[in-house]
């Protein structure tokens, strides 16, 4: 079988088993979706998400310094111009979510001040080690596959929970509702750049255990969702 032919192979396989992982199908992921819920409750999950979103760039950048080829920094452009923002920091992924916070009735001091949880610190300190002095094809498995392939099917129970439990418009909830539709195309971006990079069973190997790696963080984080929301642990 050509290398090429086997990393698309591995990328669908893999795929298939992230669709399937615990973290995508979480239970504070699918209550999160069908409960009602009092505002206090996702505005503390909000508030725990933020750290993750706001720290995301960092991993990128990290990620693409480090990759020796030439063209990966050709292949994640759209990416960075859509974490970014494009032609305005305005839309960037970061002012986006502040937008949904502060539809919430958060403000800024709400979010500089709220104390992280456990699990939400390991995540970030997981994946900024890992994308700064980790294995690169590791690093590469948890941005790519490990983030954007998962994050459309998370963000989906997301979405459905916050539709039916505020009066938020399209425009509040545009992170969510945006990301749906992107990272599936961020995720075919990782997935050329690792078919470039990846093409031995041993280096996709790595990237599947990066993905894996980060999974498993992102269940733990919503665990700590779970326990900040509905005021117990699983
Ligand atoms: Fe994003
Ligand atoms: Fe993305």
Redesign the pocket.
Known sequence: MSSLLATTDFLDELERHIAQHPAVRHPFLQRFSRERLALHRIQSYGLQHYQLVKV?LTYMTNLVARIPDSSAATILRGVFE??FGQYTVFRS?VHLYQNFLRALGLQDEDWGRIQWREETRNFVSGHLKLTQDGDVLMALGAIGPGHEYSIPLMFDYLLKGLRHNTALSDRELEYFAM?IEEDKDHAVAFRRLIAEVAQTAMARDRVRQGALFSLELRRRFWDGCHAAVFGRSL
């Open positions: 995301f859509d974490e992924h990301h």
